[in-house]
């Protein structure tokens, strides 16, 4: 009986389950309700088993609908992957990659990243889009981007993460918070007026972790989650930021303050590429992963010919 199910009812029926209602779904395909009920109907009966409870709201999966929405997914998703991946090869790679950058990322390598990408491959449509880690992981979660870029503030704990660059993190502000202009100790930022993002931020987190080992109290003045915000704060105000090395000297801010590395012990910042498992990466994506991945090792190993800020 499996011979008679084609791929568009099973996008229809993924539709239906993502929709929840026979009726949405019939107006998301441009289809009349009884059509799409009907299709429903001659599925649940090609695979002699139900699919949804019906209710006075819609419709939910059964226990046999939950398994059969993760297969038709499955097949549903490598039957696009077979189209692109066989355009590809013919025509090389081709459609939309979505990226997501953090902030200063963004300002360094965007229109590097277009140039390379317009230049080798004219098919390729680049979306990007930027926020924190935590907005990013979400994304990739849900398949809404195709690469991200993600920070973490521990050592990577799988052998094959694609760590790109490590820094470590420095107070920064308009002037030295003590008299040995170059590091500062985790415990003498007891009580000083700091501009941090909101928790859940790895950097927070890992903040606050380290403070408490130490008992130290964490003043903080101003939460932002905006690195634009926070520079607008410490440029007006006797307060301080908690930035990586590699992004002071990247953004040249070493230039208008004083950024003293932290120490005792020192945070490490990692920079790690990741890319969506959900639908499977096109071609299209795989090269514009090795493009970024290239563009950003290449600035942060200039970096470290300059000197010890990655």
């Known amino acids: 009986m499996a011979d008679k199910i084609d791929i568009q009812t099973l996008r229809l029926f993924l539709k239906i389950a993502e929709l929840g209602n026979i009726s949405r779904a019939a107006d998301a395909c441009g289809l009349s309700q009884p059509s799409v009920s009907r299709s429903l109907k001659a599925l649940e009966q090609s695979l002699n088993a139900p699919l949804f409870h019906r209710t006075g709201h819609g419709v939910q999966p059964t ?9 038709a997914r499955m097949v549903v998703d490598g039957c696009d992957g077979f189209v692109r991946d066989i355009r590809e090869q013919a025509n090389g790679p081709s459609g939309i990659v979505s990226v997501a950058l953090l902030t200063a990322y963004m300002r360094a390598f965007a229109a590097d990243l277009f140039d390379e990408v317009r230049r080798k491959y004219p098919g390729v449509m680049l979306r990007m889009v930027e ?5 990013h992981e979400e994304w990739l979660a849900k398949g809404q981007v195709d690469i991200a870029l993600i920070t973490q503030y521990r050592a990577p704990r799988v052998a094959n993460e694609d760590v790109l660059a490590q820094s470590d993190l420095a107070l ?6 003590t008299a040995d202009k170059s590091d500062i100790l985790f415990r003498d930022l007891n009580g000083l007026p700091l501009v941090l993002p909101a928790t859940p931020n790895g950097l927070r987190v890992r903040m606050e972790e380290e403070a408490h080992r130490q008992g130290v109290q964490l003043r903080v003045i101003f939460e932002a989650d905006s690195l634009e915000a926070q520079l607008a704060l410490i440029r007006r105000y006797d307060c301080y930021a908690i930035w990586s090395e590699h992004l002071v000297r ?25 890319t969506t498992t959900h639908p499977p990466l096109s071609r299209a994506a795989r090269e514009v992963a090795l493009i970024l991945r ?7 190993q200039i970096c470290n010919n300059n000197g010890p800020c990655s």
């Open 294 to 300: 290239r563009l950003i090792g290449n600035a942060h």
């Open 131 to 135: 926020s924190f880690s935590v907005q």
């Open 172 to 177: 920064v502000g308009q002037k030295p918070p």
């Open 63 to 71: 226990a046999i609908g939950a398994l059969a929405i993760e297969r």
């Open 250 to 274: 990247q953004e040249n801010y070493d230039s208008e303050f004083h950024a003293c590395r932290i120490t005792q012990p020192s945070l490490p910042r990692y920079v790690v590429l990741r």
